[in-house]
């Protein structure tokens, strides 16, 4: 007997956000293994970052260009691409960089609690550019989140400043990269997939780390005899990363922006109790785990609240729009067929802001 339609795509939609899950915690925890373990040898963080976008910019140069799996939009020109696609992989560069380097110093759970921090970040960055307007709620939000930070940092065993340094580095990283996105690109129209996005994105993110690894790690490499260079391994290790970004392109496809988000908690929460037994260096204590959740919940909550804004902002252009064209009586579809207006926007408005806010959790 054959499972009927909506079965089947509720049962597809289960595996893509499971699979998102374990391909976004397996890659942390790979990128982890890399970095600090002494059968591998390869403590080069920038090394490791740079390797992930060259293969990514292969990988999706085969997929859009030689295969055509994915298409791409039209509208992008070497003059909005400079202006806009390159500060946001000069950024995205620097969050995988700093990320990635952290895990050099702390552990992958106590990282991951400072990441909680990312809300308060963009939201502080969004103020200060126009983008957000501080009201008493988000007020309050914010400070549950970064109490709720303190709180797990306060009860970390093993604190190294430098670790904590180069995280939160990465975390500024980020939220100027959402900034940028929500500035450069969807203000100017473009429709960006996780997929198209990696294509534009991952060569310029690769001359980014290309120049300081020339002056940083390279003469580190070239003096050190200790280190390898495991072709199958780091092979894998790009992989993963590419894999990842193709998981949240089918998740993106298949669910809404409030169930992505709740996979992304469900994630946070999977990479800090798996890393307690995975790693050595990771020691969870009570104080950790009431603070985390803590600010767990505040990012619960800003997630509603940014949720309930974009669903009240798409009504609001869909209201107007209807307002606009009853004028002359041609009612919303006429209006929606023209040039002057993307369907798809409105219909995916929430979505689409997912593309750049869960892009690259890792």
Not at 194 to 211: D, E, N
Not at 309 to 318: G, H, K, L, M, Q
Request: hydrophobic share 50%; proline share 3%.
């Amino acid at each position: 007997m054959e499972m009927a339609a909506p079965t089947r795509e509720l049962l597809l939609t289960y595996f893509y956000l499971f699979l998102y899950i374990v391909l976004s915690s397996g890659q942390i925890f790979f990128n982890k293994w890399v970095l600090s373990s002494k059968e591998i040898g390869f403590p080069y963080p920038l090394g490791l970052t740079l390797l992930h976008m060259v293969f990514s910019s292969i990988l999706c140069f085969i997929v859009v260009k030689l295969l055509k799996i994915v298409k791409l939009q039209d509208g992008m020109t070497p003059e909005i691409y400079m202006a806009t696609v390159f500060p946001i992989g000069a950024m995205f560069a620097m969050t995988l960089w700093l990320g990635n380097t952290a895990y050099m110093y702390i552990s992958v759970a106590f990282a991951q609690m400072l990441k909680a921090i990312m809300p308060v970040a963009v939201f502080l960055l969004g103020t200060a550019v126009g983008l957000e307007v501080l009201s008493c709620k988000m007020f309050l939000i914010m400070s549950v989140i970064s109490f709720g930070v303190l709180v797990a940092s306060y009860g970390e065993i093993n604190v190294n400043w430098i670790g904590v340094v180069y995280q939160m580095g990465g975390v500024v990283g980020e939220a100027l990269r959402l900034i940028f996105m929500e500035i450069l690109v969807k203000r100017k129209g473009l429709k960006l997939n996780p997929i198209t996005l990696m294509y534009y994105v991952s060569p310029c993110s690769a001359i980014c780390l290309f120049i300081p690894w020339i002056f940083l790690e390279k003469p580190k490499m070239d003096s050190a005899a200790d280190w390898k260079f495991d072709p199958v391994i780091m092979s894998l290790n790009a992989l993963c990363t590419f894999a990842l970004n193709v998981s949240v392109f089918l998740v993106i496809s298949h669910t809404s922006a409030l169930t992505i988000r709740v996979a992304g908690v469900v994630k946070d929460w999977v990479v800090v109790l798996l890393s307690a037994l995975l790693f050595a260096d990771t020691k969870l204590t009570t104080i950790n785990l009431f603070g985390y959740g803590i600010a767990i919940a505040g990012v619960a909550a800003y997630n509603n609240y940014k949720l309930k804004a974009e669903a009240s902002n798409a009504n609001n252009t869909v209201a107007v729009m209807n307002e606009l064209s009853s004028r002359d009586g041609e009612g919303l579809n006429s209006l929606l067929g023209s040039s002057s207006v993307d369907k798809e926007y409105l219909d995916g408005q929430i979505k689409t802001d997912e593309v750049g806010r869960k892009f690259y959790r890792q």
